[in-house]
C-alpha cells in the first residue's frame, strides 16, 4: 500500500472517531444540562481530549487550538473549580457544532475556517476568566470537603517545581504512525516556555539510513508550574513506544540572592553525517526554543507540516463507510465455508457422473439452495444498522427547539435496536426530522395552554421503531392540541385543494397536510409555516417504497406512522400477468385484489374508467395501455383489479393474473438501461427470463398526465 493511500486509511479511521466523539460530547451535554455528575463531565472530557490529541497529532492545528480551550472549561468543571452553569453547557453545546464544522472541512481537505470558531473562543476565554465557582451551587454533584486547616507544628508544605525535564526516546517507528515530534513540541508549548535539545547519536552513515525511521531523541525543558499529568496528555499517542522520564525541576531557593536554577546539562550531540532527512527530522534537528522565545507561528506550521496528499474524499450519505459487528463478519465466512464444501459436493457429478446418485445431487441441490438463502440474509444483516443512529440527533434537536419555542418537551425513545437497511437509515433522517420539527412547533402546546387544557405543563413527544410484517415502522407521536380538521378543511377550501360542495372524509382531510405549500400557520417563522417540507416528506418516503399515515385525536395529540421496507435490495413482491408479460408489484402498495363485475365500472365522458367499490370511486389503471401491450382480453370484468394506494389516493390496476408471491432482487434499470417513467427497476426470475418491477407513485402520476387527469380523488 503506498503512503498517500495508508495514510488515507488512519485519517479515515481518525474522521471516524471524531464523529463518534462528538456524538458523546453531545449526548453527554444533554444530560449534563438536566443535571449530570461528574462521570457524565469526565466522558465529555475523554471524547474532547481525544479529538484534541488527534488532531494535534495530523496536523490540524486549528481544531486542536479551539478543542484545547473547549477541554480547559471541561477540565475546571470536572476538577470541582467553576460550576457547571446552564450557560457555560450552551457554549459548550455550540462548541460541539464548531468542532463537527471544522471536522468535516478538514475531512474535504477544505481550509479549516469556521466564522464562528473566534467568537466561541473569546466567549470561553470570558468564562474561564470569571471568578470560578464551586459546583455544588450549580449541579447535584458532590462538593469536595473543606480542607482542614494544618496544625501550627505541621510542616510548611513543599514548594512546586517550577518546571519540568523530560527525555523522549521514541521508537525509530514514531514516523510511520504518522506522529511527529514537532506537534508534541508545540503542545507542551501551551503550557510554558519550552526548550528543546535533540540527541543525534544514533544517527546512522548516510548509505545505512532508512528516511522513514527516527533515529532522535530530545531532552526538553518545561518551564512553569504543572502537573505531570497535563505534560503526559502531550505524549498520549507516542507513550506505548516511547521511553518518557520525567524529572521535576527543584523550586528556586528561599533566599532573594539565589540564581535562578539551571537545566541539567545537556549531552553533547554527536557529529551528524552529511546526509538528507525528512522534513520533520530536519526540522525537530534545529529544533532549540529559547525559554524567552516567543512560540512557534502555529499557523504557518500546518501548512508545512500537513503531508501532500491527493484529497480526500468527503463521506457522503451514499458512499460513506459503517462498522459491521464481528458475529456477522463471522457467520458471513461460515456461510462461504459452507458453499464451498457444497461446491466440492457437486463437482463430482460433473466429474464422475452416475445415474445411481441422484438423491446425493438432490442433497447437494438442497444444501446450496438452503446456504444460497442464508449467505443472502447474512450479506443484507451486514447493511443493516440500528436506527439508533437516526435516532441519536434527536435529544439535541429538541433540546433546542424546545428552548427557542419556550416549550417544556420530554422526548421518549423506544425502539431504537430496530435495524433496516443502511441506504433506508440515511434517508429517512431529513423526513424525521422535519416531523419532529413539526410536532415541537404545531403539535405541542406552550405550558400556559396545556395548564388550561389540564395537562401537564411538558410536553411528551415519542420517536418509536418497530418490526411489523416484514416492515420497519417508525412512529411519531405526542400529545398536544391534534389536527384541527376544521381549520385544515377551511384553509384547503380557500386555496382551492378542495371544492366547496365536497365533504372529504376525516382520512383525506389529514392528507391534506401533504400538499405541496399547505400550511395553516398564521406567521412564517424560521422553524415552520411556509408549507414546505411535509409534501416532500411524503414524497422521500414513496421513493423509499414506504408509506406514511396520519392519525389524531382532538386535544389529546396526533401520531404520523410510517412503514418502510427492511430494504432497498429485496423487494417482497406480487407477481402479476398482463398479456406475455410479468410484473411485479410491492406488497407494501397493494390494499387488496378484487374481481370486478361490469355493473360497478362506469366511463368518464369517454376519457376514463373509475371502479365503484365500498362507496368509493377509484380509477382504473389498464396497464396493458400505459406500456402498450396485448392482453389476454379488454373486458374489465374477465381480469383482476389490484388496489394499490400512493400519496394517499388509491387506484384500481388491472392485470389479467396474479402468479406467485416472492422475494426478488432489484435490479436497477438506470445502470442497465436507461429510467422508464412507472417502472422502479427490474429482476431476474430463474428461468432467466426478466420481470418488470411496478413504481406505483410514479405510474399513478404518469396515468394523472393523460387521460385520468381529470379524476378527482377527493371525490
Same mark, same amino acid.
Given at each position: 500500500?503506498?503512503?498517500?493511500?495508508?495514510?488515507?486509511?488512519?485519517?479515515?479511521?481518525?474522521?471516524?472517531?471524531?464523529?463518534?466523539?462528538?456524538?458523546?460530547?453531545?449526548?453527554?451535554?444533554?444530560?449534563?444540562?438536566?443535571?449530570?455528575?461528574?462521570?457524565?463531565?469526565?466522558?465529555?472530557?475523554?471524547?474532547?481530549?481525544?479529538?484534541?490529541?488527534?488532531?494535534?497529532?495530523?496536523?490540524?492545528?486549528?481544531?486542536?487550538?479551539?478543542?484545547?480551550?473547549?477541554?480547559?472549561?471541561?477540565?475546571?468543571?470536572?476538577?470541582?473549580?467553576?460550576?457547571?452553569?446552564?450557560?457555560?453547557?450552551?457554549?459548550?453545546?455550540?462548541?460541539?457544532?464548531?468542532?463537527?464544522?471544522?471536522?468535516?472541512?478538514?475531512?474535504?481537505?477544505?481550509?479549516?475556517?469556521?466564522?464562528?470558531?473566534?467568537?466561541?473562543?473569546?466567549?470561553?476565554?470570558?468564562?474561564?476568566?470569571? &471568578? $470560578?465557582?464551586? =459546583? @455544588?451551587? *450549580?449541579? !447535584?454533584?458532590?462538593?469536595? /470537603?473543606?480542607?482542614? #486547616? %494544618?496544625? +501550627?507544628?505541621?510542616?510548611?508544605?513543599?514548594?512546586?517545581?517550577?518546571?519540568?525535564?523530560?527525555?523522549?526516546?521514541?521508537?525509530?517507528?514514531?514516523?510511520?504512525?504518522?506522529?511527529?515530534?514537532?506537534?508534541?513540541?508545540?503542545?507542551?508549548?501551551?503550557?510554558?516556555?519550552?526548550?528543546?535539545?535533540?540527541?543525534?547519536?544514533?544517527?546512522?552513515?548516510?548509505?545505512?539510513?532508512?528516511?522513514?525511521?527516527?533515529?532522535?531523541?530530545?531532552?526538553?525543558?518545561?518551564?512553569?508550574?504543572?502537573?505531570?499529568?497535563?505534560?503526559?496528555?502531550?505524549?498520549?499517542?507516542?507513550?506505548?513506544?516511547?521511553?518518557?522520564?520525567?524529572?521535576?525541576?527543584?523550586? &528556586? $531557593?528561599?533566599? =532573594? @540572592?539565589? *540564581?535562578? !536554577?539551571?537545566?541539567?546539562? /545537556?549531552?553533547?550531540? #554527536? %557529529?551528524? +553525517?552529511?546526509?538528507?532527512?525528512?522534513?520533520?527530522?530536519?526540522?525537530?534537528?534545529?529544533?532549540?526554543?529559547?525559554?524567552?522565545?516567543?512560540?512557534?507561528?502555529?499557523?504557518?506550521?500546518?501548512?508545512?507540516?500537513?503531508?501532500?496528499?491527493?484529497?480526500?474524499?468527503?463521506?457522503?450519505?451514499?458512499?460513506?463507510?459503517?462498522?459491521?459487528?464481528?458475529?456477522?463478519?463471522?457467520?458471513?465466512?461460515?456461510?462461504?465455508?459452507?458453499?464451498?464444501?457444497?461446491?466440492?459436493?457437486?463437482?463430482?457429478?460433473?466429474?464422475?457422473?452416475?445415474?445411481?446418485?441422484?438423491?446425493?445431487?438432490?442433497?447437494?441441490?438442497?444444501?446450496?439452495?438452503?446456504?444460497?438463502?442464508?449467505?443472502?440474509?447474512?450479506?443484507?444483516?451486514?447493511?443493516?444498522?440500528?436506527?439508533?443512529?437516526?435516532?441519536?440527533?434527536?435529544?439535541?434537536?429538541?433540546?433546542?427547539?424546545?428552548?427557542?419555542?419556550?416549550?417544556?418537551?420530554?422526548?421518549?425513545?423506544?425502539?431504537?435496536?430496530?435495524?433496516?437497511?443502511?441506504?433506508?437509515?440515511?434517508?429517512?433522517?431529513?423526513?424525521?426530522?422535519?416531523?419532529?420539527?413539526?410536532?415541537?412547533?404545531?403539535?405541542?402546546?406552550?405550558?400556559?395552554?396545556?395548564?388550561?387544557?389540564?395537562?401537564?405543563?411538558?410536553?411528551?413527544?415519542?420517536?418509536?421503531?418497530?418490526?411489523?410484517?416484514?416492515?420497519?415502522?417508525?412512529?411519531?407521536?405526542?400529545?398536544?392540541?391534534?389536527?384541527?380538521?376544521?381549520?385544515?378543511?377551511?384553509?384547503?377550501?380557500?386555496?382551492?385543494?378542495?371544492?366547496?360542495?365536497?365533504?372529504?372524509?376525516?382520512?383525506?382531510?389529514?392528507?391534506?397536510?401533504?400538499?405541496?405549500?399547505?400550511?395553516?400557520?398564521?406567521?412564517?417563522?424560521?422553524?415552520?409555516?411556509?408549507?414546505?417540507?411535509?409534501?416532500?416528506?411524503?414524497?422521500?418516503?414513496?421513493?423509499?417504497?414506504?408509506?406514511?399515515?396520519?392519525?389524531?385525536?382532538?386535544?389529546?395529540?396526533?401520531?404520523?406512522?410510517?412503514?418502510?421496507?427492511?430494504?432497498?435490495?429485496?423487494?417482497?413482491?406480487?407477481?402479476?400477468?398482463?398479456?406475455?408479460?410479468?410484473?411485479?408489484?410491492?406488497?407494501?402498495?397493494?390494499?387488496?385484489?378484487?374481481?370486478?363485475?361490469?355493473?360497478?365500472?362506469?366511463?368518464?365522458?369517454?376519457?376514463?374508467?373509475?371502479?365503484?367499490?365500498?362507496?368509493?370511486?377509484?380509477?382504473?389503471?389498464?396497464?396493458?395501455?400505459?406500456?402498450?401491450?396485448?392482453?389476454?382480453?379488454?373486458?374489465?370484468?374477465?381480469?383482476?383489479?389490484?388496489?394499490?394506494?400512493?400519496?394517499?389516493?388509491?387506484?384500481?390496476?388491472?392485470?389479467?393474473?396474479?402468479?406467485?408471491?416472492?422475494?426478488?432482487?432489484?435490479?436497477?434499470?438506470?445502470?442497465?438501461?436507461?429510467?422508464?417513467?412507472?417502472?422502479?427497476?427490474?429482476?431476474?426470475?430463474?428461468?432467466?427470463?426478466?420481470?418488470?418491477?411496478?413504481?406505483?407513485?410514479?405510474?399513478?402520476?404518469?396515468?394523472?398526465?393523460?387521460?385520468?387527469?381529470?379524476?378527482?380523488?377527493?371525490?
Amino acid at each position: 500500500m503506498s503512503d498517500d493511500l495508508e495514510m488515507d486509511e488512519i485519517l479515515k479511521v481518525f474522521f471516524e472517531e471524531c464523529a463518534e466523539g462528538l456524538q458523546a460530547m453531545e449526548s453527554g451535554l444533554l444530560t449534563l444540562d438536566g443535571g449530570g455528575d461528574r462521570d457524565t463531565i469526565d466522558t465529555i472530557f475523554r471524547a474532547a481530549h481525544s479529538i484534541k490529541g488527534g488532531a494535534g497529532m495530523f496536523g490540524f492545528m486549528e481544531i486542536s487550538q479551539f478543542t484545547h480551550a473547549v477541554e480547559t472549561l471541561l477540565d475546571q468543571m470536572r476538577a470541582g473549580k467553576r460550576a457547571v452553569t446552564p450557560d457555560a453547557v450552551q457554549v459548550l453545546f455550540q462548541s460541539v457544532d464548531v468542532m463537527r464544522e471544522m471536522t468535516n472541512l478538514a475531512e474535504a481537505r477544505k481550509p479549516i475556517v469556521s466564522p464562528n470558531a473566534d467568537a466561541l473562543t473569546s466567549l470561553l476565554a470570558q468564562i474561564l476568566a470569571q &471568578p $470560578a465557582g464551586g =459546583t @455544588a451551587q *450549580a449541579t !447535584p454533584m458532590a462538593a469536595a /470537603p473543606a480542607p482542614v #486547616a %494544618p496544625a +501550627a507544628s505541621a510542616a510548611p508544605p513543599e514548594p512546586p517545581a517550577v518546571g519540568w525535564c523530560i527525555d523522549f526516546r521514541p521508537h525509530t517507528s514514531l514516523f510511520k504512525t504518522c506522529n511527529d515530534p514537532l506537534r508534541i513540541f508545540r503542545e507542551l508549548e501551551t503550557l510554558g516556555p519550552l526548550q528543546a535539545l535533540a540527541h543525534a547519536e544514533n544517527v546512522p552513515p548516510l548509505a545505512d539510513m532508512d528516511p522513514t525511521q527516527c533515529y532522535l531523541s530530545w531532552r526538553l525543558t518545561l518551564a512553569g508550574t504543572m502537573q505531570q499529568s497535563q505534560i503526559a496528555e502531550a505524549f498520549e499517542w507516542v507513550d506505548a513506544n516511547s521511553s518518557i522520564d520525567y524529572q521535576p525541576l527543584p523550586p &528556586p $531557593a528561599q533566599t =532573594t @540572592a539565589a *540564581a535562578p !536554577p539551571a537545566p541539567p546539562a /545537556p549531552l553533547t550531540p #554527536a %557529529p551528524l +553525517a552529511p546526509a538528507p532527512l525528512t522534513p520533520a527530522v530536519a526540522v525537530a534537528v534545529a529544533v532549540s526554543v529559547a525559554v524567552a522565545d516567543p512560540p512557534l507561528p502555529i499557523a504557518s506550521a500546518t501548512v508545512a507540516s500537513a503531508p501532500a496528499a491527493p484529497p480526500l474524499a468527503r463521506a457522503n450519505v451514499d458512499a460513506g463507510s459503517f462498522r459491521v459487528a464481528t458475529e456477522k463478519v463471522d457467520a458471513l465466512i461460515n456461510l462461504v465455508g459452507e458453499l464451498v464444501i457444497t461446491q466440492s459436493m457437486l463437482g463430482r457429478f460433473s466429474e464422475h457422473y452416475d445415474p445411481g446418485n441422484l438423491e446425493s445431487l438432490r442433497r447437494g441441490l438442497s444444501h446450496l439452495t438452503r446456504n444460497t438463502r442464508d449467505l443472502q440474509e447474512s450479506v443484507l444483516k451486514i447493511r443493516m444498522l440500528p436506527i439508533s443512529f437516526s435516532f441519536n440527533r434527536f435529544p439535541r434537536l429538541v433540546h433546542e427547539l424546545s428552548r427557542k419555542l419556550g416549550k417544556k418537551v420530554e422526548l421518549r425513545l423506544a425502539g431504537e435496536s430496530t435495524e433496516l437497511d443502511k441506504i433506508v437509515l440515511e434517508k429517512i433522517g431529513d423526513p424525521l426530522v422535519h416531523l419532529v420539527r413539526n410536532s415541537l412547533d404545531h403539535g405541542l402546546e406552550t405550558p400556559e395552554n396545556r395548564r388550561a387544557a389540564g395537562k401537564s405543563e411538558t410536553g411528551i413527544l415519542e420517536l418509536n421503531a418497530f418490526h411489523e410484517g416484514g416492515s420497519v415502522i417508525i412512529e411519531v407521536k405526542d400529545d398536544g392540541a391534534g389536527l384541527n380538521t376544521a381549520r385544515i378543511l377551511a384553509k384547503a377550501r380557500e386555496r382551492g385543494l378542495v371544492d366547496p360542495d365536497v365533504t372529504p372524509t376525516t382520512e383525506q382531510i389529514y392528507n391534506l397536510i401533504f400538499a405541496p405549500g399547505f400550511s395553516t400557520a398564521d406567521t412564517v417563522s424560521d422553524v415552520s409555516g411556509r408549507g414546505v417540507g411535509m409534501d416532500v416528506v411524503r414524497r422521500n418516503i414513496n421513493d423509499l417504497g414506504g408509506h406514511v399515515y396520519v392519525s389524531s385525536n382532538p386535544g389529546r395529540g396526533s401520531a404520523i406512522r410510517i412503514r418502510l421496507p427492511l430494504t432497498l435490495a429485496i423487494l417482497e413482491g406480487q407477481m402479476l400477468r398482463v398479456g406475455p408479460e410479468t410484473y411485479v408489484i410491492s406488497l407494501v402498495s397493494i390494499i387488496e385484489t378484487v374481481q370486478p363485475r361490469r355493473a360497478h365500472v362506469q366511463s368518464i365522458a369517454g376519457r376514463a374508467e373509475v371502479f365503484k367499490h365500498r362507496d368509493e370511486y377509484l380509477p382504473i389503471i389498464r396497464l396493458h395501455e400505459l406500456f402498450e401491450i396485448e392482453p389476454d382480453s379488454r373486458d374489465v370484468s374477465e381480469g383482476l383489479l389490484v388496489v394499490a394506494e400512493s400519496d394517499g389516493k388509491r387506484v384500481a390496476i388491472l392485470v389479467d393474473e396474479l402468479l406467485a408471491q416472492q422475494q426478488v432482487v432489484i435490479k436497477s434499470l438506470d445502470t442497465n438501461f436507461r429510467q422508464v417513467p412507472g417502472l422502479a427497476g427490474a429482476t431476474i426470475h430463474g428461468d432467466g427470463r426478466v420481470a418488470l418491477i411496478l413504481d406505483v407513485p410514479s405510474l399513478v402520476g404518469k396515468f394523472l398526465e393523460g387521460a385520468g387527469a381529470a379524476i378527482d380523488f377527493a371525490a
